[in-house]
């Protein structure tokens, strides 16, 4: 379908274009930004005067629970959720049910995405079958059915000797492997940031140090390997700092953040509120302050949304027993302006960091917007308000310690393709 | 966000931790436990205060003293009582803990006696009731996890004013495995709200949470040094299962240094009194010639127990 987006605020983080300007698309692809193309008639025309038109969101962390939860239709739901949130490509881990080790169930994942309407779905393999930490998976084969990159989610990586072969392995081929730095003994049972809320309300404790112990033996053995190493999910101040020496060095290392570690502390659990039982912990406002300033200064590559639709059977537990995660594909956006707007942050930098820079992490060909590529887009209202209210998400996770929050950013049109797959959304305007 | 034991005239409606209570509510516990005192001294030890009241016992973990002191309290309030061992029913037939509560509400439950080896699980249940509008259904925690007994940080404080009669001249040092103990966390928040001028808290770096100094305690972990001139100790009960992992090198060591002995009671004041939550482990933290010497006033502490779970019973049933 031709279609004509006009008046809109184009901005493209990837070329540092940011101006009012119109955009055409023809078919799948963008045929041009700015004036009209020569024979060009607009099938569809959409007005978007006072709306970003920005290249679609690049999501690295959101769980569709597929494999596994077929009987819930999660896969549908989740990726309308991901749109309805300005997602356009999106990474899903390894830690489904059963786990993404196989080539037939890496091709099933994709194959029943590719006939929902949604984004597009880039799975993550596992880097080690079953996620034990004992025997590599087939990469090559793998990688060849489309994953990615290669993972262990948040299963434990024991064995030091196993990581340094998979890492070794990986680099010949240069696929890139995404690691959560944990050290699992370190982190044990514990639930919560080892700080004054946990000794307070008697939580079991994950300390920094299983973050930077873990972090530490991932750096050591890339400089061994030099293998391509997206760090995944940073939660302290110390990584931060370990991480922007890292890249110094010229050690191949990307990172991100989970976007709620970007807003949340420990404090924040307040009376054992389950929403802000995360993985990993919320810490303590010095930490929050280090990732602010991270983000900001380019040292975190990528802000993901770390989604994970938990029902509120699996929620409304005692913090320890509840599952841990919470729901995020439509928060990223609004989420990732709020940080932008409270440091200071120009627009298309902020984008930068769920857009352009996400996608440069594993190669994607989404996140920018060029003339002959992808028409992958999100057109949004920056300034309006919504409330987050369980009501206001799609998707089956209602979980969120923002529910309550008035946030600005607002999806206003998702195309994937040049297909329009998410509408002006019917989120109640606010107040 | 309103402290979810209080009602909206900032009434105590549950018992669910110390913390965030005024010292206020705090006093009027323990006073109503004095008028209590004698109950149990009569011949027919009943007052009418919960009659027609069904008050359900919920143990999600094993327990015989808490247990028992609040059942006995119930009934000398003349409530009815119903002991539910939950290990033992639904919860191993899969069934949630609101649904269990759901379903006991529909009982025309009056109040929720709960322990849970979960930290914060009485919160849970009691904003579920309270998000439900549910008032007449009234929670007291009795022991979740690492986090808060407070009946015993209140029969604590209770033993304390009945021996010591003023709170503002004290120092009061708790000893041992101040990591898991939530009768530790309970009687901190409980001493430094009745104005208690120094709380030390005394053990190994593996069994001391990080951070419990924000909580307004001097740390030791040489327990002769820590004694010096306290007026009350708190000894707590060390679980066996602490030695299984590398917290402690056994319980020969534990003893050694943190052993309740004539020889480290002696570096306290001379009329210091010795408390114990109990079981006690004799001989790991504390030595039979103490536990059972004239210091000590641990059997004292289970008497005054009943009558400080009588006070918090009827105050919260009636608000």
């Known amino acids: 379908m031709n279609i004509a987006i006009l008046n809109g605020r184009v901005v493209d983080p990837a070329s540092a274009l940011d101006r009012q300007a119109d955009l055409f698309i023809v078919g799948e692809k963008i045929a041009a930004i700015g004036a009209r193309p020569d024979g060009f008639t607009a099938e569809q025309t959409i007005d978007a005067k006072g709306l970003v038109v920005a290249p679609g969101l690049v999501d ?42 196989e080539p037939g169930l890496v091709e099933m994942l994709r194959y029943r995405a590719k006939n929902l309407r949604g984004p597009r779905v880039f799975p993550a393999g596992a880097l080690t079958i079953g996620l034990q930490g004992a025997r590599l998976t087939e990469m090559a084969e793998l990688r060849s059915h489309g994953c ?29 492997v995404i690691l959560r730095p944990e050290d699992a003994h370190l982190a044990g049972d514990g639930v919560a940031h080892e700080g004054q809320i946990a000794a307070r309300l008697g939580l079991s404790v994950i300390p920094i140090e299983a973050e930077t112990i873990g972090l530490l ?73 280090a990732i602010r300033a991270g983000l900001a200064d380019g040292t975190i590559d990528a802000i993901c949304s770390d989604h994970a639709p938990v029902d509120d059977d699996s929620k409304q537990l005692p913090f320890g027993e509840a599952e841990p995660g919470v729901t995020s594909v439509e928060l990223l956006l609004p989420l990732t302006l709020k940080w932008a707007l409270e440091e200071g942050v120009e627009l298309a930098r902020a984008l930068a960091l769920i857009t352009s820079r996400a996608a440069g992490v594993f190669g994607l060909s989404g996140g920018k917007l060029s003339v002959g590529g992808n ?43 040049g297909t329009v797959v998410a509408g002006s959304r019917s989120a109640s305007a606010a107040p | 966000m309103r402290n979810p034991q209080l009602n909206k005239n900032g009434e105590l409606t549950h018992l669910l931790s110390i913390e965030g209570l005024p010292k206020g509510i705090l006093e009027s516990i323990l006073n109503t436990a004095d008028s209590f005192a004698s109950v149990g001294e009569r011949e027919v030890k009943k007052v009418p205060l919960l009659r027609g009241k069904s008050v359900f016992n919920l143990f999600f973990e094993n327990s015989t003293r808490t247990r028992t002191t609040f059942e006995i309290a119930a009934k000398r309030l003349s409530a009815d009582v119903i002991n539910l061992n939950i290990n033992a029913s639904s919860a191993s037939k899969g069934e949630s803990l609101l649904d269990t509560i759901d379903n006991l509400s529909a009982m025309q439950a009056d109040m929720f006696v709960v322990r849970h080896a979960q930290s914060g699980a009485p919160y849970l249940i009691a904003q579920h009731l309270n998000n439900l509008g549910v008032e007449h259904i009234h929670v ?59 709380v030390r808290v005394i053990g190994p770096r593996t069994l001391l949470p990080a ?107 009636g608000n």
Request: hydrophobic share 40%.
């Open chain 1, 217 to 289: 033996r991932i750096l050591e053995l890339v400089r061994m390997t030099r293998a391509r190493v997206h760090i995944a999910r940073l939660s302290c101040a110390r990584s931060i700092d370990l991480m922007r020496a890292a890249k110094s060095e010229g050690l191949p290392v990307t990172c991100d953040v989970a976007v709620h570690h970007a807003h949340l502390t420990e404090m924040d659990i307040g009376f054992f509120d389950a929403r802000c039982r995360v993985v990993p912990p919320f810490r303590a406002q010095a930490d929050r302050t």
């Open chain 1, 148 to 176: 990615v990159a290669f993972s262990h989610a948040d299963a434990p990586l024991i064995d030091t000797q196993v990581l340094y072969r998979a890492l070794q392995y990986a680099s010949t081929f240069d696929y890139p």
């Open chain 1, 60 to 101: 690295l962390c959101a769980r569709l629970r597929e494999p596994g939860n077929e009987f819930k239709n999660a896969l549908a739901t989740e990726m309308h959720a991901a749109v309805a949130g300005g997602i356009t490509s999106l990474v899903c881990p390894p830690d489904t049910d059963p786990v993404l080790d």
């Open chain 2, 140 to 198: 007291v925690n009795a022991g979740d996890g690492r986090h808060a007994h407070p009946t015993q940080g209140l029969l604590d404080m209770y033993t304390i004013r009945h021996y010591k009669k003023d709170f503002s001249n004290l120092t009061v040092a708790i000893v041992g495995d101040i990591l898991h103990s939530r009768v530790a966390r309970s009687d901190i928040h409980a001493l430094t709200t009745l104005g208690v001028p120094e």
């Open chain 2, 211 to 317: 951070h419990i100094e924000q909580m307004g305690v001097r740390v030791f972990h040489d327990m002769a040094e820590g004694l010096k001139g306290v007026d009350v100790v708190i000894m707590l009960r060390l679980q066996s299962e602490r030695m299984k992992g590398a917290l402690l090198p056994s319980a020969q060591e534990f003893y050694k240094s943190y052993g309740l002995t004539p020889d480290k009671l002696a570096r306290a004041k001379g009329d210091a009194i010795v408390m114990h939550p109990g079981p006690m482990n004799r001989g790991v933290e504390i030595d039979s010639t103490v536990a059972d010497g004239g210091q000590a006033v641990i059997l004292p502490q289970v008497t005054f127990g009943i009558a400080v779970r009588m006070a918090v019973m009827s105050i919260t049933a």
């Open chain 1, 375 to 417: 028409a992958d887009l999100v057109l949004f209202s920056a300034d309006e308000y919504w409330r987050v209210s369980p009501e206001s998400l799609t998707s089956q996770g209602k979980n969120t310690p923002f529910v309550g929050y008035e946030l600005q950013g607002r999806v206003h049109h998702t195309l994937v393709a």
